[in-house]
């Protein structure tokens, strides 16, 4: 019900909104279940536009879930993947070749695509253009 109250409020008062999409989550979580990647993103977006930059961040990151993606947060791994030179050469694909090389499938998966692309928006407005990318 409290999906439903969110998305019915979602344009008029986005404030209500996330409050009713968090109580959603919270009862997905008492009783057990998955919270849905959709509800997840959601909340990121509205506390995105709220300016809760790292509460989005947080929200975004629980979406996804693991993947490689998290290679792209963890310091190991930042000076292998040079984004910057990825985004100047977008057409080239030797960073894909060179993540399956190193065991990493570059595959996403069709329900993560807009939380990704949600959080590459937030990392852009933290200044993390080079992660974002």
């Given at each position: 019900?409290?999906?439903?109250?969110?998305?019915?409020?979602?344009?008029?008062?986005t404030?209500?909104?996330?409050?009713a999409?968090?109580?959603?989550?919270?009862?997905?979580?008492?009783g057990?279940?998955?919270?849905?990647?959709?509800?997840?993103?959601?909340?990121?977006?509205?506390?995105?536009?709220?300016?809760?930059?790292?509460?989005a961040?947080?929200?975004?990151?629980?979406?996804?879930?693991d993947?490689i993606?998290?290679?792209?947060?963890?310091?190991a791994?930042?000076?292998?993947?040079?984004?910057?030179?990825?985004?100047?050469q977008f057409?080239?694909?030797?960073?894909?070749?060179?993540?399956?090389?190193?065991?990493?499938?570059?595959?996403?998966?069709w329900?993560?695509?807009t939380?990704?692309?949600?959080?590459a928006?937030?990392?852009?407005?933290?200044?993390?253009?080079?992660?974002?990318?």
């Amino acid at each position: 019900a409290f999906l439903e109250l969110g998305e019915l409020l979602i344009l008029s008062d986005t404030g209500a909104a996330l409050d009713a999409f968090k109580t959603a989550r919270t009862l997905f979580k008492k009783g057990g279940q998955e919270v849905p990647i959709e509800l997840l993103n959601n909340i990121g977006v509205l506390q995105f536009e709220r300016g809760e930059f790292e509460f989005a961040k947080q929200t975004f990151k629980e979406a996804l879930g693991d993947g490689i993606w998290l290679s792209f947060f963890s310091e190991a791994n930042k000076s292998s993947i040079d984004a910057a030179t990825s985004t100047l050469q977008f057409k080239d694909m030797q960073l894909f070749h060179d993540l399956e090389s190193n065991g990493q499938l570059v595959e996403v998966p069709w329900d993560k695509v807009t939380v990704l692309f949600n959080l590459a928006r937030l990392l852009e407005q933290l200044n993390e253009s080079g992660t974002a990318s």
